[in-house]
């Protein structure tokens, strides 16, 4: 039925004049004649060779899906893998700050004590030194006190012997006055005695003579 149209088609066709027998035109006639010819002898060994290549394509394609599929499997285990792993480095980076920070806070108050330590042995150092320096300057100033008070008891024995001396002397003065004041007041005592005993005598004269007048 296709041949038998195909050349009634072809026929009229060349009775019209509409195909021109060109070089282009009997090369396209022969090349769809070859197919033909091709398709009608060797069409079950071309549907064949078509479908043996289909499948192999078929499954070359089911390979690849397969082997895609496998990929993305491997691909989803890597990144359930790569999120345990994150998830994992999060909490050791969350146990390393705190073990940091706990380091951090560690060494700072170690290095408090230290500092403490040392500013306690320097301070004790200090103040050793300061109790050495002072005890130093006691004993001097002691020493030194001492010696003052030596020189000073020594001028004052001095001026304290001037002073016993003088005293003395004036002691012993006072008291050659005092004798001689005393020896002064009984040679008057005794002249003023015997003033009165003279006058106490003419008394008792007159008085005697004077008795026997009034007889």
């Known amino acids: 039925m296709y041949i038998l149209g195909a050349t009634l088609l072809f026929i009229v066709l060349s009775s019209k004049n509409i195909l021109i027998y060109n070089e282009e035109l009997l090369i396209a006639l022969s090349f ?10 060797m069409g079950t060994s071309i549907a064949e060779t078509f479908e043996t290549r289909a499948t192999q394509i078929q499954d070359e394609l089911q390979a690849f899906f397969v082997s895609k599929e496998r990929v993305c499997k491997e691909i989803q285990q890597q990144m359930r893998v790569q999120q345990t792993v994150a998830k994992s480095i999060m909490a050791l980076g969350a146990l390393v700050l705190v073990n940091v920070e706990t380091i951090h806070t560690q060494r700072a108050q170690a290095v408090q004590n230290t500092v403490q330590t040392q500013a306690l042995t320097q301070i004790q150092h200090m103040m050793t030194l300061q109790n050495a320096v002072q005890a130093h300057m006691h004993t001097q100033t002691c020493s030194a006190y001492k010696h003052i008070m030596l020189e000073a008891m020594q001028m004052q024995k001095s001026q304290m012997q001037k002073l016993c001396m003088e005293n003395a002397l004036d002691l012993i003065g006072t008291m050659k006055r005092k004798e001689t004041s005393t020896k002064q007041f009984t040679q008057n005592k005794s002249t003023s005695s015997t003033q009165k005993v003279s006058s106490n005598v003419d008394k008792k004269m007159n008085k005697n003579v004077r008795k026997p007048k009034k007889k």
Request: with cysteine; hydrophobic share 60%; glycine share 0%.
């Open 32 to 41: 769809v004649a070859f197919v033909v010819t091709c398709a009608h002898t």
